[in-house]
């Protein structure tokens, strides 16, 4: 395995030699690593520098980058695990090289957890985290975060593929990242709950071709009660862009108050908060103490999803102006009029069209003629 150097934080390592004329150069070598996740890896070395969990699971490391990074920039006690034997040899080489005391596993994810318990567990898999969740869950003591990369079937584009791996119906529509992000949570809750332990998201975010969830899992009945409380859907007009949330682990039916079409629900999926800020603000705080190479990505990132209003769907300001048939403002233009007409309306963190508010459609509409 030919193997090249390659930089991120300021955690130096070895990787196979990628074709670069392929067009997913990371599918081209023996072990997995995509440079393209650096700022996923950023928000979790930040994140665990100020949680600083006893302990620390890379659970499908591939490459390791995630643990070994962990392991160099947080001071944590990490173990990185794989199944893949070539995975395990260059992980082990890379800590041999880095000088850290990092424990490398070569075990099946779902055997390993099914055995043993971390503090802190990491699901990174290639494609969709749902075979992994149940034993994430069984063996995280307190936090689990996790990847998905499988967004077509989270976002609605493959609907049966939604269906059969995260119970949960999706719609293809212009806030599908959102939706994808809901109801990777809302797949989380259901795994959890029935061991008695409940939800809390800390920081949670679409970007590009993953969502990306960090979350502390708590004990107790109260705790899972409490989540399953957060479960709803979006009920989402067919006919006009009408859209509503609902809460409760079936969805009521509705009409649509505007044009009378029967509304579609969307999920189901976690709503509310997918945020915890004052861990937001201290990972403000924080940043700039580290070396990330995003760093001025994820200090926007931050900021964003700190600011983001708690809902479960967006109003994309470009498709609401085609609807009308007029030519959109600045979207700083219509944020400040429904702000100016007493409610509450942000950006949001995975777009730079869409916008949150509570108020009522028809007030949003009207505000796309505002002009400054």
Request: with cysteine; proline share 7%.
């Amino acid at each position: 395995m030919e193997l090249t150097e390659a930089k991120e934080g300021n955690t130096r390592f070895f990787i196979p030699v990628q074709d670069t004329s392929h067009s997913f150069p990371p599918k081209t070598s023996p072990v997995f690593y995509n440079p393209r996740m650096e700022i996923s890896r950023d928000a979790t070395v930040l994140l665990v520098s100020i949680l600083k969990p006893s302990q620390y699971l890379d659970a499908m490391g591939a490459s390791g980058i995630r643990g070994l990074r962990i392991a160099s920039e947080c001071g944590i006690p990490v173990s990185i695990n794989d199944r893949d034997r070539r995975a395990v040899a260059l992980i082990e080489r890379n800590a041999e090289m880095l000088g850290i005391p990092v424990e490398v596993l070569h075990s099946d994810t779902n055997v390993l957890l099914s055995g043993k318990a971390y503090e802190a567990v990491d699901l990174d898999p290639f494609g969709s985290p749902a075979p992994f969740i149940d034993s994430g869950i069984r063996g995280s003591g307190r936090y689990l975060f996790v990847t998905a990369t499988d967004t077509a079937p989270l976002c609605g584009a493959h609907r049966n593929a939604g269906i059969r791996r995260y119970f949960a119906a999706a719609m293809n529509n212009e806030y599908h990242a959102e939706t994808a992000l809901r109801i990777l949570l809302g797949f989380l809750v259901r795994e959890a709950v029935k061991y008695d332990r409940g939800v809390e998201p800390l920081f949670c975010f679409s970007r590009e071709h993953f969502v990306r969830v960090h979350a502390r899992l708590q004990k107790g009945a109260l705790a899972a009660d409490r989540s399953i409380a957060r479960m709803g859907y979006v009920m989402q007009c067919p006919s006009c862009p009408y859209r509503e949330e609902q809460q409760g682990i079936l969805p009521e039916p509705g009409s649509c108050p505007l044009c009378g079409a029967a509304l579609r629900p969307i999920g189901p999926l976690w709503t509310g908060s997918i945020q915890e800020n004052e861990l937001l603000m201290q990972m403000e705080s924080t940043l700039p103490a580290f070396s990330l190479g995003c760093s001025s990505q994820l200090q926007q990132l931050i900021t964003t999803c700190r600011q983001e209003l708690p809902f479960s769907y967006h109003y994309d300001y470009h498709v609401l102006a085609r609807h009308l048939r007029v030519s959109p403002p600045p979207i700083r233009a219509v944020i400040k009029a429904l702000v100016g007409d007493g409610y509450s309306a942000t950006r949001v963190h995975y777009s730079g069209t869409a916008l949150k508010t509570d108020a009522p459609l028809e007030v949003l509409l009207e505000a796309l003629t505002t002009r400054e």
